[in-house]
């Protein structure tokens, strides 16, 4: 089954306790993207990755990292969260970047930092 | 003021009614314009995708974009208790490269 799968699910952690949320493919997908969703603000980016070792900054990059070693994995690093990191965090993934590609979402991260 | 406005919501109709949702934007330079449903505790899905102005049918949906107002509208006939849910818009320059979503309505259909 084409999937994207998002782990942990649900993670409560303290502020500064670095933490990584894995996000992998199996659809050969050369794009993948990080959102988080916080009520009022909707869906925002954090990062992107066009291909292996490409990434770069999407709205909101500040206090996260990613890496993108292989194709089908495009984990996202907070190294100190802070409470305002506390949202719901969303991997995507398309074939490619271009018009008329859809995007595929994974079920989703919540993540309380106290 | 935020690049894409959307109602919240909520917004509660009888099953068979017709819904309208719509959002607004501020960048003339948005192209692309797509709707996802995102139903609770999951991830967004794709619903429609439109390019420029004019409309988009697919069964039970239609897309309409009016470039000249900065708005677009999805409309959906004879709505079933499993169109309940919450309805993203989201446009971009380019493609699916760098989306920016409406913050949601959340729709309710009524059986």
């Known amino acids: 089954e084409a999937q994207v799968t998002q782990n942990p699910r649900y993670l409560i952690t303290v502020t500064g306790k670095k933490l990584t949320v894995t996000c992998s493919q199996n659809m050969n997908h050369e794009y993948m993207s990080w959102y988080r969703q916080d009520p009022g603000l909707g869906l925002r980016q954090i990062y992107y990755s066009m291909n292996v070792e490409v990434t770069d900054k999407g709205d909101v990059p500040e206090g996260y990292k990613v890496s993108r070693k292989e194709k089908r994995n495009f984990p996202l690093i907070l190294e100190s969260p802070s409470p305002n990191q506390t949202s719901l965090y969303f991997c995507a993934s398309s074939y490619q970047v271009g018009v008329g590609e859809t995007q595929y979402f994974g079920p989703g991260t919540r993540l309380l930092v106290l | ?111």
């Open chain 2, 1 to 111: 003021q935020k690049e894409v406005e959307q109602d919240p919501g909520p917004l509660s109709v009888p099953e068979g009614a017709i819904v309208s949702l719509n959002c607004t934007y501020s960048n003339s330079a948005f192209q692309y314009f797509m709707w996802y449903r995102q139903y609770s505790r999951k991830g967004p899905e794709l619903l429609m995708y439109t390019y420029s102005s004019g409309n988009k049918e697919d069964g039970r949906f239609t897309a309409q974009v009016d470039k000249s107002s900065k708005y677009i509208s999805l409309f959906i006939r004879d709505s079933q208790p499993s169109d309940s849910a919450t309805y993203l818009c989201a446009m971009s320059l380019f493609g699916n490269e760098k989306l920016t979503f409406g913050t949601g309505t959340r729709l309710t259909i009524i059986p």
